[in-house]
């Protein structure tokens, strides 16, 4: 009740003509970004960090994630008609938007991809209001042996998870961003580490510049570099935008397992909004009566999609906010763009400002209604932005690329570490190397160092209380766990072990 | 352009087994600023040796997987490089070359310009010419003085 109560407040605080303005324009730019391929909802974040220090403190955070949950809307419009995905999470939204798209069902597809996403996000905001307190009081029984563990948690995991077919690749991708975290001066003795000898590497890499060069530069360079993608032309096409609500309450069920699909999934550090899709795909189509439309114009498959990957944004905010360890890789981006408008996501958040969390939900359900509203009622105007040509956009994304990273520091040097981590993002992309434990490595290398150091000294040296605790082992164990269990040899080994599954695996094996 | 999925990985792994050599020789050698009596457990050098010793082992499982891969198995997406190349170009000579060369506004026109006009004139069914570099040019210089004007004026920024 007294989360309600704060709720409400929060929303009635919203309620002004200038916070519905930056609702309505940061919504729409965030449907514009994701829609377009090579613009992403982590590049879409990143830049509007650099264009919103300026403002207040809420309505700075409220426009970043009206673009985040836009953005993360927005990709299912291009999946639907271009078969290209507008960000990765809309990937799973292809396989069967596409399809009723070529069938001439292209209107019905994008108002149930609405639907599903503004359901999905709802979803995702319960469980945050429900889930967001109580972790928030269990993390501040955290000390420094279990900070240690849960910044390597998140790293193995978000490795794991988002590696695809190579685990190695996504630990390997952590590690990098673990080693991009060590550079410069350190948190216990500002010892400054690996400058190269450059003063400008002495306070570290910061973020957003590598974000953006990952994110916006790599995207440029891959847009370029890919064929240019076809739109569907479409035929007989009925001008209706509304879902049919008998479609949404057929699907009642698959929204509502969707939606908590995707917030576990969003809670998962660095396991971003296209496993969510994933997995509420996969899952309904598991449980489906008509599994076989699948991939071939399912409507009940496109819901499961677009409601799975809006609900991972609300998911991923969780961690964020009462651990700063971000759900996401966009989610890692409003963590420091929170640390730069003075707001410090953790354990302590619900003490210093309880109100916060609340506030967050608050936006979140206005950023829904404003996808609702456009994605409802502006489908003919979102064709006609697809037919941007990538020729004029992306000279224009890169610009704001060099500038952006710029203006937070105005510091030449920012735009080089934005270039180099462009270039090496896109070569590490080519060659399936996932960005999430990248991004994840940066924001917890710090914590993961200090942790681990500060814990060896309160020990004075001794190893057993990172085993011994009861939190800290369990997080041990699971990391243990999950790491032998990516062994494919272990995993074989206990495979053959496994009665039930001994028949299977010499089946599969032949 | 990475037309062999093993020969990458083979050499990404090559260089990670150095660069993981390095962040352990690092780690190892650093400072650990006995001066300053600090606690043995906290010296700056410990995770960097350990990040160091874990990149080492994959790099060298990277390697060792790169050996049994089936290359026919592997799909890989097909680009343009020659698109790429210009891509690159065209923006490290924009942010390296230009910017704080001259007016941000002017460098900013001068990129959009080519970027938009070498795309737009290799493409297929593009209008005549002439019109065509009429179009690009305007193009930039309403999209360079506008993103000028709103981080000058709108953001405050004191432009490179």
Redesign the interface.
């Known amino acids: 009740m007294q989360a309600l109560q704060s709720l409400a407040d929060a929303l009635l605080g919203f309620l002004t003509p200038m916070s519905l303005f930056h609702v309505l324009w940061a919504s729409l730019l965030g449907i514009f970004v994701g829609s377009l391929p090579g613009l992403t909802a982590t590049m879409g974040v990143a830049l509007l960090t650099t264009?919103t220090?300026?403002l207040d403190r809420d309505a700075a955070i409220l426009v970043l994630i009206c673009m985040y949950v836009g953005a993360i809307y927005g990709g299912s419009r291009s999946a639907i008609l271009l078969n290209i995905p507008g960000t990765p999470a809309s990937a799973a939204t292809s396989l069967d938007g596409f399809p009723l798209a070529q069938k001439g069902q292209a209107a019905n597809a994008m108002a149930l991809a609405t639907a599903g996403s503004a359901l999905g996000t709802l979803v995702g905001i319960v469980l945050l209001v429900m889930l967001a307190p109580p972790l928030a009081e269990i993390a501040l029984d955290f000390g420094s042996f279990e900070f240690f563990w849960l910044a390597l948690f998140g790293i193995v995991i978000s490795g794991q998870l988002t590696g695809g077919g190579?685990v190695?690749?996504g630990?390997?991708a952590g590690?990098l961003g673990?080693?991009v975290a060590?550079i410069g001066s350190?948190g216990?003795?500002a010892?400054v580490?690996?400058n190269l000898g450059m003063s400008d590497l002495n306070g570290g890499i910061a973020l957003i510049p590598a974000m953006v060069g990952a994110f916006g530069?790599a995207e440029?360079?891959t847009v370029?570099?890919?064929?240019k993608g076809e739109m569907v032309e479409a035929k007989g096409e009925s001008t209706r935008a509304l879902p049919r609500m008998i479609d949404l309450w057929r699907y009642k069920f698959t929204i509502i397992r969707s939606g908590i699909i995707g917030t576990i999934v969003g809670i998962i550090p660095g396991v971003g909004e296209d496993i969510g899709a994933w997995s509420s795909y996969a899952a309904a189509k598991k449980l489906s009566r008509e599994p076989e439309l699948y991939g071939k114009g399912s409507t009940e498959g496109l819901t499961a999609a677009e409601t799975g990957n809006s609900a991972v944004v609300p998911g991923a905010l969780i961690p964020a906010l009462t651990l700063a360890v971000p759900g996401s890789a966009p989610a890692a981006v409003l963590i420091a763009a929170l640390f730069i408008h003075g707001i410090r996501p953790g354990p302590m958040i619900m003490i210093e400002q309880p109100d916060f969390i609340y506030n967050i939900a608050a936006m979140l359900i206005l950023a829904t209604l404003a996808i609702a509203l456009f994605g409802l009622s502006l489908t003919r105007v979102f064709i006609k932005i697809l037919k941007v040509?990538?020729?004029?956009l992306?000279?224009?994304v890169?610009?704001?690329c060099?500038?952006g990273p710029?203006?937070l520091t105005?510091r030449?040097f920012d735009?080089?570490v934005?270039?180099f981590f462009?270039?090496a993002g896109f070569v590490l992309r080519?060659?399936n190397y996932p960005m999430a434990p990248l991004v994840l490595g940066i924001i917890l290398g710090t914590l993961?160092?200090k942790s681990?150091?500060?814990g060896?000294?309160l020990s004075?040296?001794d190893l057993s209380p990172f085993f011994t605790r009861p939190i800290s082992a369990t997080f041990a164990l699971i990391i243990g766990a999950s790491i032998l269990l990516s062994i494919p040899a272990v995993r074989r080994t206990l495979l053959r072990l496994l009665p039930g599954r001994r028949q299977a695996h010499a089946q599969e094996e032949s | 352009m990475f037309a062999d999925p093993r020969t990458a990985d083979r050499i990404t792994g090559l260089v990670l087994l150095m660069l993981g050599i390095a962040m352990l020789v690092g780690g190892y050698t650093m400072d650990r600023l006995e001066i300053r009596q600090i606690h043995p457990a906290s010296i700056p050098g410990l995770v960097p040796m350990g990040l160091g010793a874990a990149m080492i082992i994959c790099s060298l499982l990277l390697i060792h997987s790169s050996r049994g891969q089936n290359t026919q198995a592997i799909k890989t997406e097909q680009g343009s490089a020659r698109n790429l190349f210009v891509s690159i170009a065209l923006c490290i000579g924009y942010a390296v070359g230009l910017v704080g060369k001259m007016p941000f506004a002017l460098a900013t026109g001068i990129f959009i310009f080519l970027f938009a006009l070498y795309f737009s004139w290799t493409a297929e069914g593009s209008r005549s010419r002439s019109k065509l570099v009429i179009f690009t040019a305007l193009f930039a210089a309403v999209f360079s003085g506008a993103i000028s004007l709103l981080f000058q004026y709108g953001f405050l920024v004191r432009l490179p």
């Open positions: 264009l220090y300026t190579s190695l690749k630990y390997i590690l673990l080693m060590m350190e216990i003795h010892h580490r690996f530069f440029v360079l370029m570099w890919r064929p040509p990538r020729e004029l992306m000279p224009i890169f610009t704001l060099v500038i710029y203006a105005q030449v735009i080089w934005m270039l462009g270039l080519r060659m993961l160092d681990l150091r500060r060896l000294t004075n040296g």
